[in-house]
């Protein structure tokens, strides 16, 4: 009998499909590429129907994993994406953040899902993401040939497990429907197989299912298909669904872990915003116009070569900052600086320290290993950890308010300021990092500066401060009187005053 | 649903140069009306074929098939002189 004008189509090609599969080399264009009675042929069909029945071709992105599948891309009539092995699920987050509309499918074989990209996985579904994992277990990695693969069964021969899978050595299988069920977040989780007529429809139930819950925007579905790979088992189809039926179905009990969507309203995250001026806004933002113009070249010979400073104190006493103030002033002063923070694992109490290199030339690396020009010093034992290692001719710079005068080489430049007892009388403890950067504005003039370089520098010091506290404009001008607190009690305590370098 | 009792005919074709030769519908066929050949395709697999009587439209060769387009069942109208024998249409 020929086709004639009375006969319907009841079941045929999906329209999810293309026609012909025109991205896909070689002659044969309406085939997919995979072996014979191979599962993931089943599953792609399954895919298709569905979404070609909910009519979101135009929003819907699967992502291709690295195995069997990687090219399902020729094949469907929506968006396809590539991931790195065993990322689709992080690809996945990325597509539906960016889109909330988007319907994200995360195609996935279980050497991809359960071996090198679990974490990627479970973190995902730990997420809630509004995604659709369909996880293709095969017990086997396919493509490369039929290693031995997470959840390959015990006893099972596979090219890596030549004497089958030993349990004492490689582990159990794991079970993937059921550790992700155990999480708060997912909303669907079932596993199904394609071992038999019966099955197959009730995984084009669940398929259906976590699509139209990917729809409804209610999280974290996923469906684990039990699937033949009949061609690197060695199995004929029959053998092979009998295979799914009597050994992986025992190990991998089928059933519906968790369906809770009912239960949950869909999913609102912020909107993302995709304007470049905005992120750019958002990451830099122009507060006042600050600096010394662009072609301001710096002239003292000093920074010809790196200037290395050192702060150190214990944390909470703003060691750090200081140090960005410092390297925000050199920045705003057109040299090339790099600030590097050093602490203990402890957030306060403990040491901290920083270096800051500023120069001329590009600095070649942010680390200062012994040997500094200027040392800043906030407490005692700072002192003694790091005066050793201030070079020839350096300069101390110390808050004398706390710290004993030091007992050092003749060459060693000193000055003291009492910070902390400035700072209080100011109001608070706080701003002594603001005294101290005062009083470092003297000692930059008196030994790094010259010539022009020396005009207007407090405003890169006042420039710097602003810069710092922007979030905190309250403080900021308690700190720029802290920093000429500072600098007027070094000028007072110079009775011969230091000639510029 | 015995209200909504129905005799309908199907014919179910499969594509020479589509199907791989897994057999998988063969299998599936709960009235085995489909049978392997011996002939080889364009991809050099053998191929299935309907033996030009008996399916009942039940869809598990369609689902089974792992290919695309290799099988489509057709709904035949009453009027037409199909092949299919006359047989309850399982609603599901
Ligand atoms: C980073 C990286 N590591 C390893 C591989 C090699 N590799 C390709 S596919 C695959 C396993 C695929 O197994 P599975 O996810 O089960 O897919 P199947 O082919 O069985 O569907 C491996 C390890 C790779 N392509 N990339
Ligand atoms: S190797 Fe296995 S999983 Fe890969 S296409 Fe062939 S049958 Fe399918
Ligand atoms: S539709 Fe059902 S009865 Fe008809 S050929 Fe396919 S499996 Fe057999
Ligand atoms: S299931 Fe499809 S590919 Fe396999 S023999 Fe039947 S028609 Fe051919
Ligand atoms: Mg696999």
Redesign the interface.
Known sequence: MTENTNMKVKYGRSKGFFETFERRPGAIKKNMHYCPGCGHGIVHKLIAESIADFDIKDRTIMIAPVGCSVFSYYYYDYFGISAPHGRAPAVATGLVRANPDNIVVSYQGDGDLGAIGFNNFIQAANRGENIAVFFVNNGIYGMTGGQMAPTTLPGQKTATSPTGRSVTNEGYPLKVSEMVAALDAPIYVERVSLSSTKNIARTRKAIRKAFQNTIDKKGFSMVEILAGCPVNMKFNSREMNEFIENQMQHYFPLGCFKDIADTRDPIKRPEGIFDKQKVKDILYPIKVAKGVSADFKNESKIFQKERKIKIAGFGGQGVLSLGMMIATMGKLRNFNVTWLPSYGPEMRGGTANCTIITSRQKVCSPIVDKLCNLLIVLNQPSMEMFLPELKQNGVLLYDSSTIAPPKCSEDKIIYAVKASDIAKKIGSLKCANSVILGALSVVMKDYFLEGKDKKDFDRAFEEAIMDCFADKQNVIQMNIEAFYAGKEAVEATLTNPHPGV | MTDKKKVKK??V?I?P??C?????CV??C?KAVLKMGTELNF?G?PFAYYV?AGCV????C????????????????D??D??SEKEEDEED
């Open positions: 199907y014919f074709k594509e140069d589509e791989k030769g897994c057999e998988r299998n599936a709960p991809m697999f030009g439209g039940c869809s598990a369609f689902y089974n098939c792992p290919e695309p387009g290799a099988v489509t069942i057709f709904e035949v109208s009027d037409a199909g092949d």
